[in-house]
């Protein structure tokens, strides 16, 4: 995937120059090859320096049609073009084929083939830049020309150290292929520079310098809603692998609403979207019922401590009722016998009396006294047995005739 994809951005990035050849993707290929058919050797020789030019642009045009589609082809048209300018010192279309040819040995994963042809390329741009001629201005090659062709190949070497694993060589000739685009402001070939530069961090697993590049990708690519799309792809790719998925699909929803009006144009970008976006769903649903899970078990263990701590709390305050309790029976215990034969009550269990002989009951007394249940059981024992009756009823009788209550 990694391979096609950078194939189809260099491909791209080759279209878009200010100079470059004419680009027949979109055109019948098979016409054009027709066309240049009757071009034998023999017409060749006779041909003027104009009609030269136009069928060497025709085989550049050929060899970046079938650049993608057959690496044999490619070869092919790329030396047929070769064969013209070669001999007549024409260095812009050297170094475009030479460039193409690198292109194609690369894709077949020859580098060493390939890097041949880039530094032959490379050599062509730097005659450009000197006193070579070109066949449609006899003043030579601008400036401008010059940095547009060497854009290019910085572009296509940084690809080929890319494939090779070799990212810091990668980034120095990205770097380069930069510089020229902002001297310019070729915003749209370095959105597609940065692009295939987070792809390459992709591949390498640093998702951090991905997502910064892919950025830079967006950001260069306003006013390009195609390029926007991709940089957005991009990006929901590198934050659904960080696992942040509402992030990702924020992305990759707003790059679904592009591809899916270009579905037939953005084949290859609507099928990768789309299965991010599916992934993204999938692992935010799971994220989801893990959190949903979550939340469950913290409420119950938050009921559990709640219980656990009125738990806690109802048991210390029974402790301290019947610590209170066992204090008021010592001293009670302690006080000398009197006389009088009414048997001695404390506030607490007059207080007691009082609601037993409204008809209180037991759950009833302990709400209005703050007291627990178990500590007014106690009492009404202690009260039965301080005044020798069996039950409440015969309690509370006695209370009643003794002028107590």
């Excluded at 006193?131 to 003043?139: F, G, K, L, R």
């Amino acid at each position: 995937m990694r391979k096609i994809g950078i194939i189809l951005l260099l491909t791209l990035l080759s279209s878009i120059y200010v100079f470059a050849y004419n680009d027949h993707r979109g055109h019948n290929l098979d016409s054009l090859e027709r066309a240049v058919a009757r071009w034998v050797p023999d017409a060749i020789d006779l041909a003027s320096t104009e009609e030269l030019v136009n069928l060497n642009r025709a085989f550049r045009d050929l060899m970046l049609g079938y650049s993608a589609l057959n690496s044999e082809k490619c070869v092919f048209y790329a030396r047929k073009a070769l064969s013209i300018s070669e001999i007549r010192g024409w260095e812009a279309a050297n170094a475009d084929a030479y460039r193409y040819l690198g292109q194609c040995f690369w894709s077949s994963e020859q580098f060493d083939s390939s890097m041949v042809y880039y530094r032959k390329a490379l050599a062509a741009v730097e005659r450009m830049a000197g006193d070579a001629i070109s066949p449609t201005n006899p003043e030579g090659y601008s400036e401008k020309e010059v940095d547009d062709t060497r854009s290019a190949l910085y572009g296509a070497i940084g690809n080929l150290y890319s494939m090779m694993d070799s990212i810091p060589q990668a980034m120095n000739w990205y770097r380069k292929a930069g510089a020229i685009f902002d001297k310019y402001g070729w915003n749209q070939s370095n959105a597609i520079l940065y692009y295939n530069i987070g792809e390459t961090w992709v591949e390498q697993g640093s998702l951090r310098k991905a997502a910064q590049a892919y950025e830079k990708a967006l950001t260069y690519a306003q006013g390009d809603s195609r390029m926007v799309a991709i940089a957005q792809k991009g990006l929901g790719q590198v934050y659904m692998e960080e696992g942040k998925t509402w992030k990702a699909l924020r992305y990759l929803h707003q790059a679904d609403a592009f591809f899916s009006a270009h579905d037939k144009e953005e084949l290859t970008f609507t099928k990768e979207n789309y299965e991010y976006m599916s992934a993204a769903l999938l692992a935010q649903r799971r994220q989801m019922m893990l959190l949903g899970g979550g939340a469950i078990l913290l409420l119950l263990l938050l009921l559990a401590v709640l219980l656990i701590g009125r738990k806690l709390r109802r048991s210390r305050k029974e402790q301290a009722e019947v610590s209170a309790v066992l204090e008021e029976t010592i001293q009670e215990m302690g006080q000398p016998a009197s006389d009088d034969r009414l048997p001695q009550v404390s506030e607490r269990e007059k207080e007691i009396l009082e609601l037993l002989t409204k008809g209180y009951t037991t759950p009833q007394i302990a709400d209005c006294l703050g007291l627990s249940p178990e500590t007014v059981k106690w009492y009404r024992k202690k009260l039965l047995v301080k005044f020798d009756v069996a039950n409440t009823a015969e309690l509370t009788s006695t209370v009643k005739d003794m002028g107590l209550i």
